[in-house]
């Protein structure tokens, strides 16, 4: 290539990478200000899993199975089953963790739970410096189903 052709590539160059900063600077930007600006989450967003309360009763929907428990890969779900005072097990969790910094969001456990009781919330605002703010327990994860817009898919349904 001589030197003539190098010229013109470098000058044709220059003319289209400057053509195409000037265009995007009329656009309006892709990005926002977070976070003073929220970006939107498409209905659907996972997060963290959390406890889903029935509305009628104000309990939880979990009884206590442990299938989500065994699904979680990382396993960062910790349950105890509730007994009463003969050693019966109740249907209901005595505890139930959660140990978001070891969470993949991969929603294994919500596909896995067979009594709609755990839902994926589109809560992004969790971090913490301290790991141990990371592990919530049974009312945690109940007050963020409240709080949050959460949903249950499961088999590639929204349900
Ligand atoms: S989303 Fe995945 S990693 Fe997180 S708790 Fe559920 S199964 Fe475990
Ligand atoms: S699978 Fe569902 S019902 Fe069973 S322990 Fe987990 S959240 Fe509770």
Avoid at 25 to 50: D, I, L
Avoid at 115 to 128: I, N, R
Avoid at 140 to 158: H, P
């Amino acid at each position: 290539m001589g030197t003539l052709e190098r010229l013109w590539h470098t000058a044709k160059s220059m003319v289209v990478g400057h053509a195409i900063t000037i265009d995007e600077m009329f656009h309006r930007p892709v990005t926002v200000r977070y976070p003073e600006e929220k970006p939107p989450f498409e209905r659907g967003s996972r997060s963290v899993p959390v406890l889903k309360v029935n509305e009628a009763t104000g309990r939880l929907n979990c009884v206590s199975c442990g299938l989500c428990e065994r699904s979680c890969p990382p396993g960062c779900i910790e349950i105890v089953q509730a007994v009463d005072e003969s050693g019966r097990k109740k249907s209901w969790p005595e505890s139930f963790h959660l140990d978001l910094s070891h969470c993949m969001v991969c929603n294994l456990c919500v596909e896995a739970c067979p009594f709609d009781a755990l839902e994926m919330a589109d809560v992004v605002e969790l971090s913490s410096y301290q790991v141990q703010d990371l592990r919530f327990d049974q009312d945690q994860l109940a007050e963020l189903w409240k709080t949050s817009r959460s949903l249950r898919v499961a088999d590639g349904q929204k349900l």
